[in-house]
Structures are given as structure tokens and as C-alpha cells.
């Protein structure tokens, strides 16, 4: 099979044991079945792409991460496991609050509340239960800083999110998400609903990210994810068809499907 | 150029002619219109007569322009003493007796009317406290179930059935939760006692005290419970669809960011879907004030020379009182009392406040959801 080629082609790159691995998983919405036997490892501090035609599985995937797909009824993985640092994220036992602290999502429409920069930001830390003002707002100077956008909000920190651009909008999403120092970062299609400057800072932002997190991305643009991510994994009709890395996907695919998709004669 | 037909050349060649479609059109559009300025007049009609009837009762031209005492003392028998060179005194019964012994046998005749003289003080703060708590109540209740329904409760038949059955609260007859409330809140409800009632249905002793289905009597919290019951399927209904109405990535974001559910409605859902919530509110809020039949077994009484506070319950009374209110006493003052032109003056004092007072708290609630709205917009 493809997905088996592919996850050798990923353990034979991995120098280190990821802190994600998805294990033979199979996903469905109830009886529609979504996801057919994905096996990838994604390993720590690295960027992994998600490529692949729209209802590919690729959101799916990326969905089940840190299991907010829990609030849709019926979708379930109904076989396999994926783990984190060899935690299977599904068990029972597990708190599914503590693992979306560890695993942070930024999601497609930026989708600041209605509410101020300073309260956006410090969102995750008073459902956390935190207390003390003095730390809630250096971390939220912090994210901001981490998310280059302090220095153009820190004048106005109490004025509404929705006054800022689509890009700010965004970056602002990703301090949020960064507040609660999560170990990894998933982003769904981040730059979707913007232009290319705004895409070009956010871009440049998951680079200098890149140091302190993993991070995994959904991306349709194709240019993008050959300019952020060190590993590819192309996906199609629910299955994971390559995954390797990111230079040697692009210029030479194993695979005639990527190949395909790729050239733009498919997808 | 080639000339027309000689017979057109006076006319005007692109003149229209009335076709059967245009004259259908016109027919349906006058029906149409007609139909929408008779409500229109309707409106018009009762709150124009309201107005000039009414007015004149609660404003006047001297200062403080504003009848203090009508608004301000509770209601009372109104005497009308004639005397025979055809004088006319309006009073009360204390005042009746002086004007009697002062006119001697130059009394004519005397008319009493109940309830006509005073103010309607008692009936004012009555429909204030009722709709109050029942504001209270409705909200609570009615969007506690709302938040279920739209958020915890799994889709399926079992929740469709429970929705319909809702819904059709809504078109139970206000006379039927009137009963409904007799049977439940005033003569059924628990109430913590040490000397439980004959009547009670049942007695739970709890050790310290005894638990007792004795109901809780004519009074406010039976007449709000009553009337929350009344205005719950419109709450419900519309709050579901305000909390429906807050985007899905409100409540993705705040789950991934490690909140649980309840810290996700509470923080992320709610605050948004509430001047929604509120504005449907209003014609609840409206409608829980106008209702005669809820409350007229469960909470009001046609006449009552107290305020709720001022019985034996002390500050209490407020809810455990039975109280004037408007809806009712317009009702008392309309059919149970003779008509003739000394009553005119409390009837239509009444509808006038009433309406004022109904027009204020739609009013309150506007403006709190233009504040709400203004904090909370996306």
C-alpha cells in the first residue's frame, strides 16, 4: 500500500521519535467513513503540512488532534490511535481539557470574541482558573510578543479585536492560542481569508514558531507549504498517499497521484 | 417615413391601455392595502382614545402636572354627595360623613362607587412585583432549558417530541394555566413549616422541620410562577435560536483553548446570544403583564387596603402577599362595577398607566440590549 511506502519514507528521515504518531486510523461521521488507515509520525519542532484536494480528510485529521471533533455527533475513530509523546489521546482516562492546552488550534476564519485584545488573549488563562492579574497580563504581553503583535496593539490593548485587520485578527488568534503554552500548534488553513502581505507575516511568524513548537498546518496553497513546512504529507480521498519531506515531495514524488496533483492535472 | 393609421395619429401612439391583468393587480393590491391600514386604524383608534381619555386623568396643568394622587394612594369607594341647589362633592368615606353632617337636610342624594376613588397605587405595585418575579423566573427557567436543549441535549426524536411539546404550551389558553396554577401553586406547592395544614397533601418531616404540600396560597410567587409558565414556550423558542445564531467557531475556539463546556456557554455563548434573548423577552415581559386569567385565581385580588409589605409578613409580602393588579382591577373596574360618569375616571386612569407603565419596560429592555449589543457585537 501507499500509506505503508509513505510512513517508511517519514521513520527513515525522523531522527528522533515523534511526539505525534497517528496509528493505522480510520475515522468516520457516523456511518460516512472519512479516514482509511492514516499511519504518519509528526515529529517535535518541526513543520508538517496537510496538502491535498478539499474533503481529502486532511481538516479531519488535523480535527482529531486535539479531539474537537468530539462535539460533532457521531464522529468518532473507529480504528487505530493517535498518540502524543505515547499517550493515546482517545483513552478514557485521559482529560480532554488538559490535552487541548497541550495541543493549541488556530482555525481557518480568524474568530477573535467580541470582546477586547487584552481579554481575547487572556481567555484561555481565566478558564484555566488563573488568577493573579500581574501574570495574566505578562503572558498575555508575552503571546502578543511571540505573535509580532505586540508592538502594533500594545497602545490599544483594551479596545475591541474586531477593530483590527484580517491579519491582525489572525495573529491575534495565534497569541491566543500561544498563551496557554501549548506543545503543539495546529493551524487550519490559517491564511485562508487573507492577502498575500497578511500571509506573508503569518508565514514568516510559524518560521520563528517553529523554534518552540510543532506545529501542523492544512494549507490548499501549495507555494505555502513549500515555504513553511519541513515535512508534506499529501492526502486523497481519505487515504494518506506520500509523506516525506517537504523538498523531496515537491521535486521528486514517489507517488503518480501527488505527481498529479502537484502538476495541477488533478484536485 | 411610413405614417401610422390616420384614427392614431390623435392619440397618444404609446399611451397604455388598461389591461384585465393591470385592473386584477389593482383590485389585489387596494385588498392589500386596505387590509394593512384597518389594523393601522385599529392602533390608531384604542391608543388615540386611550390618550385623550386618559391624560387629562394623570396629567394636569398645575405643578406638580403630574396627579401625584392617583398614582400614589391606594383605591377606595368613591362617594358622590348632591346637594339641592345642585353642588356636586366627590370623596371618600371619611370625607362622605363631615360633608353629610355639614349639609344637613340639604342632601339631595349620594352615590358610592367602589373602587373608583384614590389612586391605584395597590394595583400598580402589584403588576410590579408580578411581572418582576416573573421575569425572574421565566429567564432562568427558560433559558436554562434553551441552553440544554441547544447545547447538551444529543439531537434526535426524543428532543423533537420534547420541542413540540414546548410549542404547544404556547397555545394553551391563559384561563387553563390560570387553573393549572391554582392547582399547583396555590394549593400544592412545598413550603417548609413546623405546623403543617390539614389541607396539605403531604408532610415530609425533615428533622428540624417539616416539608408540606400545602401550596403557597394566593399570593405573588403563586401569580408569577403562573404567569412564567404563560411566557416560557416564547423564551424558550427564542433563546434557542439566539444561542443557535452565535457562531460555531465562538464555541471551537474557547473548547480549544482548554475551557470546559459550561465555561464555553458562560463565556463565549451566552454573553452573545443575550440581547437576542432579551429582546424576545419583551413581548413576553408585555404579555406577562397584560394577562388577567393567570393571575386572577392564583395572585390578585379585586380590592385590598394593604401593600404587600405592609402586612403581618413584613418585607416578606412581597412574595407571599396576594396583590392588586392592573390587568384584573381594569377588568373589576369595567364589568363588576355600575357604569356611570364618576366611574370614566379610574377606567380609563387605569388603561392609560397601564399602558405606560407596559410601554416603559418594553422601553428598559430596548435600551439594555442596545448596551448589551454595543459590548457584544460581531
Known amino acids: 500500500m501507499s500509506s505503508s511506502s509513505a510512513s517508511t519514507a517519514a521513520a527513515s528521515s525522523a531522527t528522533t521519535q515523534p511526539l505525534l504518531k497517528i496509528n493505522e486510523v480510520d475515522f468516520a461521521y457516523g456511518a460516512r467513513q472519512t479516514l482509511f488507515g492514516v499511519n504518519m509520525g509528526i515529529a517535535q519542532r518541526e513543520v508538517t503540512a496537510f496538502i491535498g484536494p478539499s474533503g481529502c480528510g486532511k481538516s479531519t485529521l488535523l480535527r482529531c488532534i486535539n479531539r474537537i471533533n468530539d462535539m460533532i455527533e457521531g464522529a468518532r475513530i473507529t480504528k487505530g490511535n493517535i498518540t502524543l509523546g505515547n499517550v493515546d489521546i482517545n483513552h478514557p482516562d485521559l482529560d480532554v481539557i488538559a490535552l487541548r492546552r497541550k495541543v493549541g488550534m488556530v482555525f481557518q476564519k480568524y474568530n477573535p470574541f467580541p470582546r477586547s485584545i487584552f481579554e481575547n488573549v487572556a481567555y484561555g488563562l481565566e478558564v484555566a482558573g488563573m488568577k493573579n492579574k500581574k501574570l495574566i497580563a505578562e503572558t498575555v504581553e508575552r503571546s502578543l510578543r511571540s505573535a509580532t503583535l505586540w508592538e502594533e496593539v500594545k497602545d490599544r490593548l483594551h479596545e475591541s479585536a474586531l477593530g483590527l485587520s484580517g491579519g491582525q485578527q489572525q495573529r491575534l488568534c495565534i497569541a491566543r492560542t500561544l498563551s496557554v503554552r501549548p506543545e503543539v500548534v495546529l493551524m487550519d488553513e490559517p491564511c485562508a481569508a487573507l492577502d498575500p502581505i497578511a500571509t506573508a507575516k503569518i508565514e514568516e511568524l510559524i518560521h520563528q514558531l517553529k523554534k518552540d513548537y510543532t506545529i501542523v498546518i492544512v494549507t490548499h496553497n501549495m507555494e505555502q507549504a513549500v515555504r513553511v513546512s519541513d515535512k508534506t504529507a499529501f492526502f486523497y480521498l481519505g487515504k494518506l498517499i506520500e509523506f516525506n519531506n517537504t523538498m523531496t515531495l515537491f521535486s521528486t514524488p514517489e507517488n503518480e497521484q501527488t505527481e498529479r496533483y502537484l502538476s495541477g492535472r488533478m484536485g | ?378
Open chain 2, 1 to 378: 417615413m411610413h405614417a401610422p393609421a390616420t384614427s392614431a395619429l390623435l392619440e397618444n401612439p404609446f399611451a397604455k391601455r388598461r389591461s384585465h391583468r393591470e385592473t386584477y393587480e389593482f383590485i389585489v393590491r387596494s385588498v392589500l392595502r386596505g387590509a394593512t391600514y384597518l389594523i393601522l386604524f385599529a392602533t390608531a383608534a384604542i391608543f388615540l382614545h386611550i390618550i385623550v381619555k386618559g391624560s387629562p386623568i394623570l396629567f394636569q396643568a398645575k405643578a406638580p402636572f403630574i396627579n401625584v394622587e392617583f398614582l400614589t394612594k391606594l383605591p377606595e369607594t368613591l362617594h358622590v354627595l348632591e346637594d339641592k341647589q345642585g353642588h356636586i362633592y366627590k370623596t371618600d368615606p371619611k370625607g362622605a360623613d363631615a360633608i353629610k353632617h355639614q349639609l344637613g337636610d340639604n342632601l339631595r342624594q349620594e352615590k358610592t362607587i367602589s373602587y373608583s376613588g384614590g389612586g391605584i397605587l395597590g394595583p400598580i405595585v402589584g403588576t410590579f412585583l408580578l411581572v418582576l418575579v416573573c421575569i425572574v423566573i421565566a429567564l432562568f427557567l427558560g433559558i436554562s432549558s434553551a441552553i440544554y436543549l441547544s447545547e447538551y441535549a444529543k439531537p434526535g426524536k426524543f428532543i423533537e417530541w420534547v420541542r413540540l411539546a414546548i410549542l404547544n404550551l404556547a397555545g394553551v389558553p391563559s384561563v387553563v394555566f390560570g387553573l393549572f396554577g391554582l392547582g399547583v401553586f396555590v394549593l400544592a406547592a412545598p413550603v417548609f413549616t413546623n405546623t403543617p395544614l390539614d389541607r396539605a397533601l403531604l408532610v415530609i418531616p425533615l428533622g428540624f422541620t417539616q416539608m408540606s404540600f400545602q401550596g403557597w396560597d394566593t399570593s405573588v410567587l403563586s401569580g408569577a410562577f403562573t404567569l412564567a409558565f404563560v411566557i416560557l414556550p416564547v423564551i424558550i423558542t427564542a433563546s434557542e435560536e439566539c444561542l443557535r445564531a452565535v457562531p460555531m467557531g465562538f464555541r471551537e475556539t474557547s473548547l480549544a483553548l482548554g475551557a470546559t463546556r459550561w465555561q464555553t456557554i458562560w463565556r463565549s455563548v451566552l454573553p452573545f446570544a443575550m440581547p437576542g434573548i432579551l429582546t424576545s423577552s419583551i413581548l413576553g415581559i408585555a404579555r406577562a403583564a397584560g394577562e388577567t386569567a393567570p393571575i386572577m385565581f392564583t395572585a390578585a385580588l379585586a380590592f385590598k387596603d394593604k401593600l404587600p409589605w405592609q402586612g403581618e409578613a413584613g418585607f416578606g409580602g412581597v412574595f407571599t402577599e396576594s396583590v392588586q393588579a392592573l390587568p384584573y382591577h381594569i377588568y373589576t373596574l369595567a364589568a363588576r362595577i355600575p357604569q356611570n360618569e364618576y366611574s370614566e375616571r379610574a377606567q380609563y386612569g387605569s388603561v392609560f398607566v397601564f399602558l405606560v407603565l407596559v410601554m416603559t419596560l418594553a422601553t428598559a429592555s430596548v435600551l439594555l440590549r442596545r448596551k448589551l449589543r454595543a459590548k457584544y457585537k460581531w
